[in-house]
């Protein structure tokens, strides 16, 4: 075998982390941080060091799948049938209904050579600007924050200020789980430095806080009063920065006879905080050496982004703490190439290069570059915009990539109708599993992380060269390889006489011609080549031709890329979140990340470790709203917006306020019945079009559904998810997920009103293997209630209880053991429900803290309760010495002295 190691990208969050990837050219066996990658220096979180336990082949889409009628199901096909099928329906799509009857939705996930085929494919060839991304509802707040604040759509700062900075203000991000390396540097930067004061801003107390000097957990959308409040503060104490002000902004008189009403008494009740905690905020703020600030989707998913955005740009202006070390406004990039997507132009109205559609002379420099005539003018759909006219009709032709609408975009109601109506729908998919794949025309698999080549921008403006280490599986392709191929076929029935627009045969060439239209501009990467890359290493823009090295602040010399070279001052009054509570909906919910799932778990679904830290979907509320509602941990509740409902089990977090409601937004409808975004709402900003996905007005109904089910079978889970999965559907409450490490299988939790039929139960039988064979059974069809359980070598290979599950924890935990001894035959024989031993009561199961080392939740307990440390629970215990992920966690458990209270 001919192992070899090939330094690539992790292919998850912005940190943009180096990874070295061991494989032997076919299959790969591990990854590693790579030490020379500045962003991340050899570190890696729980996801980017389990990247290789991920991406199960048996979920991957391997071969195009295309049919020909909607109630039709898709059958194998070849690339050259179903691109010249594709060809033809979009032709004849736009020449019939014109140009801007097909839409084009790709992915921040995309590389920028992808992202750029995609964008000249739908601008100069298609001639529409309806080519959107998930970055829409991702980061196009800070995209319009950071241009009418300051001029350009650049992050000016780099992850080096994180450790130069006295103050750092961490709003609406849990860094702790969604940057966990960047998380980590900042971290070591305090312990060296601990007056370095961090303020975290966020209505939950999640992990982050962990580092907070101050937690100010603010009542939901309410950012921008608070940012006016701290404004009216620094303007009342001087501490504002009046020479920056004078030599390079304008503005502030608009805006400081806006926050003059912002008074701490106001603010303090708006937001829901005490005045001493503005007035310290304020003080840190407005008195620090240094100071910076760090956001994320707290921010940017908010009928109120741009505002919140630019307020917050707005302390740096009037306190001067731009364009220095350990200063300015950092937006923290969510997905890996977020960042090229802006750069390339990839949101509806935008072109490469830091252009705009609306401006007829970046469209015309644009046009030019490329050798057509116009550009197009009318305005492009964003998102949700887009997916409305999908579902009127008006889009007739939809290509989707590298995202996974049907479980990522509010109101899933309406997506999936608009789904469901569009007569041709285009789904450019590493997996074939996701919830979007249901409603493809046309599947084609794309290649994957590991398996492609191109380029990576991460927040830090850092262009990394993404490597390939293994061919992708089966007749899998590379993104920009697919899109290209499509265009020269469209090409040659949109305009045959005329030469191609898409030469390209390696990612470079694409790289290439793109960093043309970057020349001159705010973000000139001119400089930069692949080959300069490998022979440098990773830079950040602005890299001019000539350039030696990359930027590494931006405005230090406190010009801006405006017209007249100042920064604005932007004055805009809070609005509050679009659904408050009321009687009708009394509670806000909140949605967000946990730390080792990734979005819709099309990749980390696949690896059960990576359901240790947090197993199953939980609404998590604060205890004194449980006992308001009558609830206890583990209860079914029916969680209603007004635009739909799921069921779910709740679960007691005191880092939520009374009032609100948490819900990780990774449970789609394959995980949870229905899907968290079938919940929120479609709202979206008036300027970003970035919609509310953070806060949606919900109430909890109680339910009654006495017959449940519990179902667990080990092997191949893909499989056993694939076949059981559609079964379920009958049940009001289906949560499935991944358990175990070495062993993994598939878990299933469900609930009706009523037992279902005989023959539903047999079929789940049947793909349980529990019909014949080693198997064990109990019923008792006069109770509605049976057990079955097999044994194959002495273990637990699948179980099924139906109408009562009391025993389901104790199983799980005799399957994790690898147990079946005498106890489970005479309980399985028995007619009794409730494990032995036990009153009635369930047994609960303990969760993994730390994924690394395999350390779980009560073991960690058990080490405090003996005294331990953090250092002596790393000693004697191992967890928080490999990638310090569950350290916060861990920190928190010893500051909480927590009883080990065993999360169910
Ligand atoms: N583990 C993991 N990491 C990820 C991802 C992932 O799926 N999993 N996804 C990546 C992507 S694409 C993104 S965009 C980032 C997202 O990264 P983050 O934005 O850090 O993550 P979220 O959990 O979505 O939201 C952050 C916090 O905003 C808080 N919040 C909610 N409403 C408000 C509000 O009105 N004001 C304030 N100040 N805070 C509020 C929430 O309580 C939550 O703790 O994560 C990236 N990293
Ligand atoms: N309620 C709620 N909803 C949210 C959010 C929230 O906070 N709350 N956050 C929003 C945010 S910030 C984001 S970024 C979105 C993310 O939402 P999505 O974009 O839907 O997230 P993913 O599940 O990462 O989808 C990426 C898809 O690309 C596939 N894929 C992986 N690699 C490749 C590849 O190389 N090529 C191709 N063609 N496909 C590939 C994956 O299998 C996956 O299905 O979710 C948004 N939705
Ligand atoms: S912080 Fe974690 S998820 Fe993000 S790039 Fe680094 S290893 Fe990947
Ligand atoms: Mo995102």
Redesign the pocket.
């Known amino acids: 075998m001919n192992r070899q190691t090939t330094a690539s990208t992790c292919c ?3 940190v943009g982390c180096g990874v070295l990837i061991e494989h032997d050219g076919e299959r790969i066996f591990g990854v590693s941080g790579d030490p020379a990658h500045p962003a991340n220096f050899g570190k890696l ?1 729980s ?1 980017g060091s389990t990247l290789h336990l991920t991406g199960d082949l048996a979920a991957r889409a391997l071969y195009p799948e295309l049919r020909l009628g909607k109630n039709l199901a898709r059958s194998r096909t070849d690339w050259d049938t179903a691109l010249e099928h594709a060809a033809n329906v979009f032709a004849e799509t736009i020449a019939e209904h014109g140009p801007d009857s097909v839409a084009f939705y790709i992915s ?1 996930q995309l590389l920028t050579e992808d992202y750029y085929a995609f964008n000249k494919l739908a601008r100069a060839l298609v001639g529409t600007n309806n080519i959107d991304s ?1 970055s829409r ?3 196009s707040s800070a995209v319009v924050g950071y241009k009418r604040s300051l001029g350009a759509d650049a992050p000016p700062c780099s992850y080096e200020d994180l450790e130069l900075s006295d103050c750092v203000m961490i ?5 702790a ?4 390396v960047l998380f980590r540097r900042l971290e070591e930067a305090k312990s060296r430095r601990p007056q370095m004061k961090v303020i975290v ?4 107390r ?1 992990d ?1 806080c962990d580092l907070a000097d101050l937690h100010l957990a ?6 921008v009063a ?1 940012f006016h409040g701290i404004l009216h503060l620094l303007l009342w104490e001087d501490w504002i920065d009046r020479e920056f002000i004078k030599a390079h902004t304008e503005g502030l008189a608009e805006l400081k006879s806006l926050v003059r009403d912002y008074t701490p008494q106001m603010v303090s009740q708006l937001c829901g905080i005490s005045v001493e905690q503005l007035q310290q905020c304020a003080e840190w703020v407005g008195t620090s050496p240094s100071f910076l600030s760090l ?8 009928t109120a982004g741009s505002a ?1 955005n630019s307020a917050l740009i707005n302390l740096h202006l009037a306190t001067g703490q731009i364009g220095r070390p350990g200063a300015g406004p950092f937006s ?4 890996p190439n ?1 960042m090229g997507g802006r750069e390339t132009g990839s949101l509806s109205n935008l072109l490469p290069g830091h252009r705009d559609a609306a401006n007829p002379e970046h469209r015309a420099e644009v046009a030019a570059y490329w050798g057509v005539d116009r550009l197009p003018e009318n305005t492009g759909l964003s998102a949700i915009e887009l997916f409305e006219q999908v579902r009127n009709g008006k889009i007739k032709a939809l290509w989707i990539a590298c995202t996974n609408p049907a479980q990522s975009m509010p109101d899933q109601h309406s997506v999936r109708a608009a789904l469901e109506a569009c007569p041709f729908v285009v789904l450019q998919e590493a997996f074939r599993t996701t919830e979007t794949a249901a409603f493809a025309d046309l599947l084609l698999p794309a290649a994957s992380w590991g398996e492609k080549e191109g380029s990576v921008t991460n927040s830090e403006r850092r262009i990394s060269h993404v490597r390939k280490a293994i061919l992708p599986p089966g007749e899998a392709r590379p993104d920009w390889a697919i899109t290209v191929d499509f265009a020269q076929r469209l090409e040659k029935r949109l305009r045959p006489a005329e030469s191609s627009l898409f030469k390209f045969d390696q990612p470079w060439q694409l790289f290439d011609e793109f960093i043309e239209l970057t020349r001159g501009r705010d973000l000139d990467m001119s400089g930069i080549s692949h080959a300069l890359l490998d022979q440098i290493g990773p830079q950040q823009w602005p890299f001019p031709t000539g350039a030696r090295q990359g930027t590494v602040r931006l405005y230090e010399d406190g010009v801006f890329p405006t017209a007249n070279g100042r920064a604005q001052f932007i004055a805009e009054p809070y609005r509050a ?1 679009k659904e408050q509570r009321d009687a009708r909906f009394p509670l806000t919910l ?10 819709g778990m099309s990749r ?1 679904g696949t690896a059960a470790q990576l359901f240790g830290h947090v197993s199953e979907a939980v609404l998590s509320l604060h205890p004194d709203e449980l006992r308001r509602q009558r609830l206890q941990p583990g209860d079914l509740v029916n969680l209603k917006s007004r635009r739909g409902a799921v069921i779910v089990a709740v679960g007691s977090d005191d880092g939520v306020r009374p009032g609100q409601a ?1 819900l990780p ?2 449970w789609g409808d394959r995980f949870l019945k229905g899907g968290v975004n079938s919940l929120t709402l479609s709202a979206f900003d008036p300027l970003s079009k970035q919609p509310e ?3 949606s007005g919900v109430r909890l109904e109680p339910v009654n559904l006495p017959w449940q089910l519990f179902a667990l079978i080990e092997g191949d889970v893909q499989r056993h998810f694939e076949t059981l999965r559609p079964l379920c559907e009958a049940f009001s409450y289906v949560s499935l997920s991944l358990v175990g490490r070495e062993r993994s299988a598939l878990l299933i939790r469900a609930a009706s009103s009523e037992a279902p039929n005989p023959q539903l139960l047999g079929a789940i039988d049947q793909c349980l293997s529990l019909i014949d064979g080693p198997v064990l059974a109990y019923d008792d069809p006069r109770r509605a209630i049976g057990k079955r359980v097999r044994i194959e070598n002495g273990r637990i290979t699948a179980i099924r209880l139906a109408g009562e599950t009391l025993a389901q924890h104790w199983l799980q935990s005799l399957w994790l053991e690898g147990r079946a001894d005498e106890q489970l035959r005479r309980w399985l024989l028995a007619p009794m429900s409730a494990p032995p031993g036990s009153v009635g009561g369930q047994v609960a199961v303990d969760k993994t803290l730390c994924n690394c080392r395999n350390v779980s939740f009560n073991a960690v307990c058990a080490g405090i309760r003996q005294g331990l440390d953090l250092q002596g629970l790393k000693n004697n215990l191992g967890c928080g010495t490999q990638c310090g992920s569950c350290v916060p966690e861990i920190k928190r458990l010893l500051a909480a002295e927590l009883q080990p209270v065993a999360v169910i």
């Open positions: 998850y969050c912005g979180c996801k921040g998930n509802l991702c980061m709003v609406g991000s849990n860094m789980y969604a940057h966990p801003i966020d209505p939950r999640t982050t603010i009542l939901p959308g309410t950012d608070l956001w994320c989707m707290g921010l940017n998913q908010s919140k923290l990039t969510g997905q977020a979140a909140i949605t967000g990340r946990l730390r080792d799932q990734w979005h980390t948490f937004m990774h996905l953070k806060h």
